[in-house]
């Protein structure tokens, strides 16, 4: 999946990516390379087989059933990162809550989240991001997205 960057506001995009399963348990990773300054919010991720959309495979997709940290998801953060590996925000969210990642320092943050998969199926994996900036800032950031 290819990276997402830019230093301006914008509204709540929805990405929309496909992948066909090598492995059985493939891990869904974010990570953000962000400042203080301009940061980047991700709500309603879902992991769907697409044999049976109708089972979501994520545990806490949109972060309802987290208070400051994501419950279900893993998150660490490089050495360079000063604020630690992102929060749940509960304002400014697409719905309820979401994940805003902290990283201030250059360093880049992660959050992921293993599921099971069948090798072969294909996964239909979406969420929604926005970029917010701080008024006089022009600072570039980056979301990368990936299965591993």
């Given at each position: ?13 929805q ?54 940290i ?6 660490w953060?490089t ?70």
């Amino acid at each position: 999946m290819a990276p997402i960057s830019g230093s301006t506001n914008t509204t709540w995009i929805q990405y929309t990516y496909s992948y066909t399963a090598t492995k059985t348990a493939p891990i869904l990773i974010f990570g953000f390379d962000s400042y203080n300054i301009v940061y980047i919010v991700v709500d309603d991720v879902s992991v769907v087989d697409t044999s049976n959309a109708s089972v979501e495979l994520l545990v806490n997709p949109s972060f309802e059933n987290s208070t400051s940290i994501a419950t279900g998801w893993t998150t660490w953060c490089t050495t360079s990162c000063t604020a630690g590996a992102g929060t749940i925000a509960t304002t400014n969210c697409r719905t309820g809550n979401c994940f805003k990642d902290l990283c201030s320092g250059g360093g880049v943050d992660y959050i992921g989240q293993a599921f099971a998969a069948t090798i072969g199926h294909v996964y239909n994996i979406s969420f929604w991001s926005q970029r917010v900036k701080v008024p006089g800032s022009g600072t570039t950031v980056t979301l990368y997205t990936g299965i591993v």
